[in-house]
């Protein structure tokens, strides 16, 4: 590992409290000077979203919300911020709300104050992703980047345990991901371990007691932390993969993230022996992949990419969409029959011993 380093951890204020999204909602809608607020919200979230009302200035309230975010939304919600002329957007929910609490701060400048329903982590990146037809579009920008994160486990206690499941492993994800992506370096791989260290544990409580709000605020504190490192490290194969699926073959995001990982892990770590280590330390096993993949099927995740709706003839395609997207710094050179053989392994569940 090299100390000759760029970087950069995104600035943004976190308030985590259990019970307290409310208020710590409110508060931050005041110290940001708020008038105008466009509330958007997930339709679990009505209640929430009825007592940040009745406290703060909401002009306008939006609850219509698709996954990956169809610019025709997106156009719409950002037609009602501008002609309500909201200053900021409260955006409660999982990456649904928050990618659309994305676009249209994207196109008005509003500040967003997140409050995350899953460990989906959007909240702490710059990242926006929109799709049109069957194309996902992401880009990075600053104003996306929420200004406040409200954190409250409380709030994820709705969330059935298969997606809760499949969410944390999209958070693993973002650490393990983070250890290989183009701008790794030491700090971002801290963070990342530190992220494993809460959501093994915490995702390990939460399946034995859904109702164990320390697991849950374990899990939301290493899904955070993965979310940083994720964003200051960059996208890795694993995002890269996991991306052009969901995109192309409409894949639930979630449970893709949670099945493909082993299989990224099998193919990376003999190249990255430092991911490995830090993984196999944590978890107690000799094998990383193995490790995350048994850590898997413990908690009851979906086990192939057949089970979630990929066609086997789709995976040649597949793999040849993914090819330029793949980071040229993947600690592994990584030709088209690697992704074929990647995918093909996920897609039947192999078993990674
Ligand atoms: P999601 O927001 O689509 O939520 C999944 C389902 O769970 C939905 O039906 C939702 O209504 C429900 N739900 C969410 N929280 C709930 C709760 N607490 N109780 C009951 N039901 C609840 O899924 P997600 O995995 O959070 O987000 C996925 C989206 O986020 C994808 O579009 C992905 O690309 C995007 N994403 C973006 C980034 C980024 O940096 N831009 C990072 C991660 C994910």
């Not at 801290?190 to 709000?213: H, N, Q, S, Y």
């Not at 196999?280 to 908690?299: C, K, Y």
């Not at 003839?313 to 088209?336: F, G, H, K, Q």
């Amino acid at each position: 590992m090299s100390f000759t380093f760029d970087h950069v951890t995104l600035g943004q204020r976190v308030l985590f409290g259990t019970g307290a999204a409310a208020d710590n909602a409110v508060a931050a809608v005041e110290e940001l000077g708020a008038r105008r607020i466009l509330l958007v919200h997930d339709a679990f979230a009505v209640a929430l979203a009825d007592a940040i009302a009745e406290r703060a200035p909401v002009v306008r309230r939006i609850d219509e919300i698709v996954q990956h975010v169809p610019v025709e939304n997106a156009e719409r919600a950002t037609a009602v911020a501008a002609a309500a002329d909201v200053d900021a957007i409260v955006a409660i929910g999982g990456g649904s709300v928050t990618g659309l609490a994305k676009a249209v701060a994207l196109r008005t400048g509003a500040p967003i104050v997140a409050i995350p329903t899953t460990f989906a982590g959007s909240e702490a990146t710059d990242v926006w992703g929109m799709t049109k037809g069957q194309r996902k579009t992401t880009g990075v920008d600053p104003r996306v980047l929420p200004k406040v994160v409200v954190y409250d486990a409380a709030l994820s206690a709705g969330l059935p345990t298969t997606l809760a499941v499949a969410s944390g492993l999209n958070a693993v994800a973002h650490a393990v991901d983070g250890f290989w992506a183009p701008r790794a370096d030491p700090i971002n791989r801290a963070l990342g371990t530190e992220g494993l260290r809460a959501l093994f544990p915490g995702l390990r409580g939460l399946i034995a007691d859904p109702g164990d709000l320390d697991a849950r605020e374990q899990t939301l504190y290493g899904a955070y932390l993965a979310a940083v490192a994720f964003a200051s490290a960059g996208s890795g194969l694993h995002h890269k993969i996991c991306h052009t699926l969901g995109g192309a073959y409409n894949l639930p995001h979630a449970e893709t993230h949670a099945i493909v990982l082993p299989y990224v892990t099998a193919f990376n770590a003999p190249f990255a022996p430092d991911a490995a280590e830090r993984i196999q330390e944590l978890l107690g096993v000799p094998n990383a992949a193995a490790g995350l993949d048994a850590l898997r099927a413990e908690l009851g995740a979906p086990a192939s990419l057949a089970a979630i709706g990929l066609k086997e003839s789709d995976i040649r395609r597949a793999a040849e969409l993914a090819l330029p997207a793949v980071p040229p710094s993947n600690p592994r050179p990584v030709t088209v029959s690697d992704l074929e053989g990647i995918m093909r392994a996920a897609w039947v569940g192999e078993q990674i011993v």
